[in-house]
Structures are given as C-alpha cells and as structure tokens.
C-alpha cells in the first residue's frame, strides 16, 4: 500500500489511515505480525532526540533515524517507525517523545464517539461511561491521568494527533485502532485506559461517570537495576566459553569438550530423571491447587461432572485425542524442559533471564512425567500459517499451498482429523486460532466459508487474531473482543471469557458431550497466547510484577560481536557501534517495554498451565484420563531477546524448537523425552508433550530429532489406524514412543526453513547438531552439545564435529531441498555457500585492542590501526588486508546445482557476480595466487 502514496496532503493522510487500520497488511510488508507491530510500545521520553541507531543497508552502515525521516511519504514513514528498534530509538522521527512545544494539559480534544457496533460492545455499559462526540471535552488537571498525549506522526511536516486519528474513521475502528499498543498507551482518555482523578468539570457532569481502574489496570513495573558489564560479558557456565574482547576463543578450549562424555550419558545417569524426580513431579502434588489457587480457573466447569463417571470406557474402547497448540511460546519456560537442562548439566540453559525468572507449571510438568517429552521437537518451518499446515497434514507447506503467512490451505489437503473421522467415527472439534483460511480476520468457523478439513464442530474457530475476550451472543454468534474493551465488559466475568479460558472450557463441553454419548473424539485446541499483544487477565497480569528479568547472555555476545551472529539473524543491537554497547543494553534492559513485556509473556503461559490443570481434572473425574491421549506442543517458538531478537523466523532452539509432551497412559511408558533442535532452538525448537496413560512409558525422553510435518503420520498409528491412503512426507515415530526405552536418540535427519518474505536459511537437524545454509553468510554448524548457547560455529571444524557428520547433513539437505520445494532452493537470485569460502573476513569484533571494531572500520572509525601490519589482523581480516588470495575447494549452490571453482571461474557469465568472485578470485583473475 505504501508505495502508491503520493505526496499531496490528502493522499498521505490517506495513505497514513489506510495503513494503520490495516495492520495485518502492514506486517507483510514490514516483515512483522499485527501482534509484532502492537507491541512497539512506546518510550517516555522526557528528550525529543534521535539516537544512535544504525543498521547495514547494501553492506554500508547507515543512520536508521535519517533513513526513516528521508522517504517523503508519509505512510512510509510510519511503517518504518512501526519497527521496535526505530520506535525506540528515533523518539523524534517517531513522534515518541513528549515535545516541549506541544499544547498544554488544558487544551480541548475532540473526544472518542459511543462505540455502538455489533464488532465492539457498547461503550454505554455499567462499566464504561457514555462519551456524547456532539460535546467537547472541557479541560481537565494535570493530575489527570485520562489526558490523551499530544502526540502522532508527522504528515508534510505536521505533526499530526494519533489519538484524534482513532476516532475519525467512525465508531467501529475505534476499538480495534486501540488495540495497537502505542495507541493504547498513549491514548487512554480515547481507549478508556486510565484512572479519573479529578471529575471533569461540565454543566452536565453528573452525567459522566467516573472510569475504575481496574477495568484496565496499568502495569506498573519496577525499576530494573543497572547492570554492569565489561566490553566482553562472561558466560556464566562452564559449558560456554570465557569471551574475550582481545581475542577469538580457540577450538580446544573449554568450549568443546569431547563428544564422548557429553553427547552420550548414561541411561542411569540425570539425563533419565526418575518418576519421583522434580521433573517428574507425581500426579497427587501436581493435581492439587497451588497456594495461589483464586490464580486458576475452576476447576469445576460446566461442562465437568462433579462426580467420577460410573461408566469407564472399556478396554478395547478406541482412544482420544486432545491436541493443545498454544502460539509463539518459548520452550524455557515450561518446568519440564528446565529439568531436562538440568539433567543434561545445562541447568542456566533455563534460567536465561535471570536465575530467579521462571513460570512454574505444574500441570504441563505433570503431563510430561506421565508421557514423553520430546527434547528436539521442531517447527517445519517457525510462523504460524506454514507450520500448521504441516502440523495438521503430515506434508511440507509447499505441497499445502499454505507456504507462507496468511496464505489459505488447499481444500483437497488431507489432515489427520478427517481420516480419524471417516475411518474412525471421531467427532472432532476445532477450538480457536486455525489461521489456514487466507486473509479472513476474525472468520468464525459458522460464519465464513469454510472447509471443515474434517473437523465437526467449527463454531469456535476463528481464522487470524489474537483476540483477548469472546463471548457467544444471545444469537449464537461469536463475538471477539481487544483487551482494553474485554476488561471493561467482562470485568466481573474474566475467567469465562478471556480466550484462553473460554476455549479450554468449550474444549471440555465437547469431550463431556461425546464421553456422555460413548463416542471418541478429537479435541483440539488452539490457544493464541501467549503471542502478542501482551496483555493477561488478572491476576495474572500482576502475578509476576516483583521480577526483574535480564538480557540473555546471547543478547549481549551479539551486541558486543564477541561472538557475532549469523548474517541472517539481523537483530535491534546489530549495528551500535561498540564503544556505545554497554550504555545501549543498560539501557534496554532497563526499558518499561522489556520488563512489561516479559511479566505479560510469563503471566500468560501461568495462565495456559493452569487450564491444562482443569482439562486434566476433568479427565480424571470423568474416568476417561487413562483412555485419552494429550498432546500439547506450538506452532513455533518465540527468541524472547536471546541472540538479540524478540518472535520468531529464526533456526534458533527458542525460535524453531518447540514443546512436544505427550501422554498416552495406555501406551506411553512414563518418563519418555524427544529433544527438539533448530538453527536456533528457541526460535525453530517447540515443545512437545504426549500423554498416553495405558501405551506410552512415563517419563519417556525422545531426543531424536523430529518436526511438525512428523505428527500427523505418528498419531495415527499411534491411535490404530494402519492405511491413511494419504503419502505423508513426514516420518512416522510411533514405534520409538511406544517402544520400552526410556531415553532414545536415533540418526535421524530432519529439515526446517525460512518461510518468510526473505527465503533467506535452511536447516538440517540430527540429534544435537544443526547445519545452517543461507544465501546471506556462510554454513554455520552448532552443536548443542559443546555450544549449549549457539553462539560458535563448528563447521569444518574435525576436532568437534566428526566430518561424517557435517557431510551426512550436507548431502540430505541437498536431497531434501528439490524434493521438498524448500524455499531458499526455489529463489533463483540465491547464491548459497555450501562451503567456506578460502577468503573471507571475520564478523567478530577485531581480535585487538588497539581498535574497537570490525573487519570493515579498518582505515575507517579505526584509523589508529595503520594497515594490517599485526598477524592476527591479517588472519582476522584477510579480504579487508589482502592477505589472502586462493580460490576455495568447496562448492557454491547456483541456479540448484552444486559447483565448484573448476566451472565457475571458467566463465565471464559467472565471475561478475561479487559473490562468486569472492569464492574463486584467482580463477576470475581477481588477484593473482599468494
């Protein structure tokens, strides 16, 4: 949208409008999500000056605040300050500061109009006053916290009102505007996000009722203590190496102790926790409320019976499937994954934000102590629509048609529900966020053209959103509210109707309705937190406001280059010159938009475990526990500010790694584990656990690597159904589940990739190690293993990682990517480096202390460094110094095939291509042999 603006008054406030009040089309330009954009909170500022902050644009550093302001159209603009960093940085550009020259407190607004649509409930309730637009607002004190900001964007060089923006398209937007979190934060008199200290004075003031504070309480964080850190942080384990800004840490170091000991540990030895074990805490303390038990929802639901059922199903009774996806949520902060850490002498890998910051979950914990946790369980690929897809059919997205964010899946694919209910009888229910049905927003299953994809009961599925209240009108249809007008409505009502809650109690309703009737069934259910926009229901929303969270030590060795990560994890601190980093992640640390952020985020998982307390009573109560499997898992992980990056699109173990638990008591021996691995384990890694009481060992540890794409396939078997008549593309790991292992790890492949706008990484996992190509930098090779913290790369590296190894990733990859249409294979401007190139520099800060740099300040902000006369800089910078001229032995991934310098040097049609120039410069006479 933003490219069509013109540059006339009309067209760019147009153009401003239409982009604002669609930020779903936003997000895809900017590469970011509606939840992404909504937290872009703002900072107050008492100073209106741009920052420091610059990002590489081309290869060349540019200042981001100037680029922002530069572009003349309007909406441009604004999109680029919907980004964190430039919101956070460039307080002037954005308009995210309070300006000495705005209006004074008393000044008169136009105020928000009555909202009276069937799309935003009515502002006339009991809980929120009656706003009459035909009259103004009279001027209010200072002291009154229900004063809008004087502030917007700037449109031609006008400084333009955001708040009065929200209350100009008519009543129907107005509430849905307020869900993007600058507005709400900034607007409160327009979002009734505020406390009216002082009546306003009116000739028909009686008439305006004073707004409660606690229809939308405000999060008041305390102050985070200031850090102190040397231009090098230490790690603080011995599993990661000391880093130190005078040099680059050697292979032999303490960094990579043998793969004997730490690759294979005993059955007998933590790696395999008892049942009685912490991390398998036993179903009498896990079941039984906690202290803080007003903090969980009843227990006793409508939909429950009060009373054990008379009537257990019989042995031979076919299983259940319960099926939990919850959105975005990272892997570190389940109970049952910190203990695997533990376990595996990684114990800080649990503990990243502070040794005190976790969420106690002892529900999900119990699930995984009575089924199998799967320790390198990944997305196919990590944003939402792509992994479902692959979640739900058994096949790669590409063969979906969902193979990118927001795109519908193809009707004629099969999902697991439709064979379970055609071959199976199952009634199945989908309870959600389904976001496989294109660009409808909310598309309530009933109320849109749907397909089922074999699903009965759709009335509770909505396609996109991440919608904080719904309510079933008098009509029966849904009704989706934001946050701000939910905790005004349901006030009294939270825990019936905040999503969460209310999707786990229709949830049960359609397992109670099919138990009463003796026929199995399908739950599945679709949780949108805790994605973005961070907001809990009380009490969560204040439950965790006594911790003060810290950046992860990945944070600060990207922000410091000490190491530097991986060209295609461009991240908020990538460019901040060196000598202002310690001020900059002081800074941020300290920010009111971290600290809140994260006490929502963990507020909101509290509240997720808690629910699978009550759907796990209710199993119990109703005697069906034992004959029902559960699965919980996500669609992908969110970084949560490790390696400098908040969501997702990541191969790291919080972005692309993700939960599998899974309980089958019948069949699932108790204690079973699969560990979950991507390029980032917490972006690509989620979690999976499965419970299957009469067939799957307790406490079972799978650490084979596996991926979405492989559930479909497993569960079938797992639930007796031999002949799909589907090709499923993933793996089937039903037999590893059901086996009598109780730790198992197989040499298995497994593939995950970028699905986003840039195609820019592929992966391929088997068991800890994780090889990275992309068309950006170079292989990259992790081993979680000697690297817990995935911050050194192993490739090439034959005293770490055996050379079988890298080679067996390497080829299957390869095969992988023709057959699988993975994306960073189709894009036909992409030259990969399948090997390292002979020449090429460092991305680390430069190994001196001479020069607080990189390989590019040389002669620049360095110049105090007179050439490359020391050794290590010559070793350090080799292209930069001109130390090394000699054509690689590897190969290059051009136009789909593998070559090496022998056919691309041979030809003027490839040399002129920097890239390949750089790989075989003495081939394209580049510089002559050293």
Not at 575 to 603: I, T, W
Request: overall charge negative.
């Amino acid at each position: 949208n933003s490219n069509s603006n013109s540059n006339s008054n009309s067209n760019s406030e147009a153009s401003l409008e239409e982009l604002l009040a669609s930020i779903s089309f936003v997000s895809e330009s900017s590469g970011l999500d509606d939840g992404d954009i909504s937290e872009s909170i703002s900072n107050n500022d008492a100073s209106c000056s741009d920052r420091y902050g610059v990002w590489t644009k081309y290869g060349r550093a540019k200042d981001w605040c100037r680029w922002a302001r530069e572009d003349t159209r309007a909406a441009e603009v604004a999109r680029k300050c919907s980004l964190l960093s430039l919101h956070g940085s460039c307080p002037k550009t954005c308009t995210n500061c309070d300006f000495t020259s705005a209006p004074s407190a008393s000044v008169k607004f136009t105020p928000a109009p009555s909202v009276q649509s069937s799309s935003t409930p009515s502002a006339q309730s009991s809980s929120t006053p009656s706003v009459q637009s035909s009259s103004p607002v009279p001027s209010v004190s200072t002291s009154d916290s229900c004063i809008d900001r004087k502030l917007g964007w700037y449109i031609d060089d006008k400084l333009r009102n955001w708040c009065r923006w929200a209350t100009k398209n008519g009543k129907d937007d107005i509430a849905r505007r307020c869900e993007v979190r600058q507005l709400y934060d900034d607007c409160p008199k327009t979002c009734l996000n505020c406390v009216r200290l002082t009546p306003a004075p009116s000739a028909e003031s009686s008439s305006a009722p004073t707004i409660q504070s606690s229809t939308a309480p405000s999060i008041q964080s305390s102050p985070a203590p200031s850090i102190e850190l040397s231009a090098a942080p230490s790690i603080p384990s011995s599993t990661a190496p000391s880093v130190q800004s005078s040099a680059i840490p050697s292979i032999e170091s303490s960094v990579a102790p043998s793969i004997e000991s730490s690759t294979a540990p005993s059955i007998e030895s933590s790696a395999a926790p008892s049942i009685q074990s912490s991390a398998a805490p036993s179903i009498e303390s896990s079941t039984a409320p906690s202290a803080q038990s007003s903090t969980a929802p009843s227990v006793q639901s409508s939909a429950a019976p009060s009373t054990k059922s008379s009537k257990p199903p019989s042995a031979g009774s076919k299983p259940n499937l319960v099926v939990i996806m919850t959105d975005q949520h990272n892997l570190r902060t389940l109970g049952c994954y910190r203990e695997h850490f533990k376990a595996m002498n990684q114990a800080e890998q649990g503990f990243v934000w502070g040794p005190n910051n976790v969420v106690e979950t002892p529900h999900l914990d119990r699930l995984a102590a009575e089924g199998a946790l799967f320790t390198n369980f990944h997305t196919t690929s990590p944003l939402c629509t792509p992994n479902r897809a692959s979640f739900v059919s058994g096949l790669y997205p590409a063969f979906t048609g969902a193979d990118r964010n927001h795109n519908a899946m193809n009707d004629d694919v099969v999902t697991f529900a439709q064979i379970l209910k055609e071959q199976g009888d199952y009634d199945t229910g989908y309870f959600g966020k389904w976001h496989l049905n294109g660009e409808l927003r909310p598309g309530w299953g009933d109320e849109s053209d749907f397909y089922d994809f074999g699903f009965n009961e759709i009335k509770h599925l909505f396609n996109q959103g991440h919608w904080k209240w719904i309510e079933e009108l008098d009509d029966g249809k849904m009704q989706e509210y934001i946050y701000a007008t939910g905790a005004k409505k349901f006030k009294n009502k939270a825990e019936k109707h905040f999503t969460t809650d209310f999707l786990f109690d229709r949830g049960i309703e359609h397992m109670e309705r099919n138990r009463k009737e003796g026929k199995p069934f399908l739950s599945f259910l679709s949780i949108p937190d805790p994605h973005a926009p961070k907001f809990v229901r009380p009490p969560y929303d204040t439950m965790y406001d006594d911790l003060v969270f810290e950046l992860p030590y990945t944070a600060k060795t990207a922000a410091f280059k000490n190491p530097s990560t991986p060209l295609y994890n461009f991240h908020d601190y990538d460019n901040v010159p060196l000598d202002d980093v310690e001020e900059y992640l002081e800074e941020y640390e300290n920010r009111d938009f971290f600290q809140r952020s994260m006490r929502q985020y963990f507020g909101m998982v509290k509240c997720i475990d808690d629910n699978v307390g009550k759907l796990l009573t209710y199993l119990d109560d109703a005697g069906i526990s034992d004959n029902t499997i559960v699965a919980f898992t996500s669609d992908h992980g969110d970084m949560l500010a490790e390696h400098g990056k908040f969501n997702k699109n990541r191969p790291y173990r919080t972005s692309a790694g993700i939960a599998m638990v899974l309980r089958y008591p019948e069949k699932v021996m108790a204690g079973k584990k699969i560990q979950k691995n991507r390029p980032y384990r917490t972006s690509a890694g989620i979690a999976m656990v499965l419970r299957y009481p009469e067939k799957v060992m307790a406490g079972k540890i799978i650490d084979t690597a596996y991926t979405s794409v492989d559930f479909a396939p497993s569960i079938l078997k797992v639930m007796g159904v031999t002949d799909p008549n589907v090709n499923f593309q993933g793996v089937d790991f039903s037999e590893e589940l059901l086996s009598d292992e109780r730790v198992s790890s197989k040499d298995i492949v497994r593939y995950v990739f970028d699905s986003g706008n840039n195609m820019s990484w592929a992966a391929a996992i088997m068991k800890q190690y994780r090889l990275v190509v992309s068309g950006n930098d170079v292989p990259w090779l992790f081993d979680l293993n000697q690297d817990p913290y995935e911050i050194y790369n192993f490739f090439n590296e034959r005293n770490v990682v055996p050379e079988s190894i890298q080679e067996k990733l390497q080829n299957a990859l390869f095969n992988a990517m023709p057959q699988y249409e993975i994306p960073l294979y189709l894009a036909d401007d992409r030259l990969v480096y399948w090997d390292k190139p002979a020449c090429i520099d460092s991305n680390d800060r430069l190994p001196t202390e001479a020069a607080n740099g990189v390989c590019s300040d040389l002669g620049i902000s360095a110049p105090f460094v007179d050439g490359c006369y020391e050794e290590n800089l010559m070793k350090h910078c080799p292209v930069t110094c001109g130390s090394c001229c000699s054509d690689s032995s590897g190969e290059l991934l051009h136009l789909g095939e593998l070559s090496s310098c022998d056919k691309l040097g041979s030809s003027w049609d490839t040399c002129w291509i920097r890239k390949i120039a750089g790989f075989c410069p003495v081939s394209c006479e580049e510089c002559e042999a050293i």
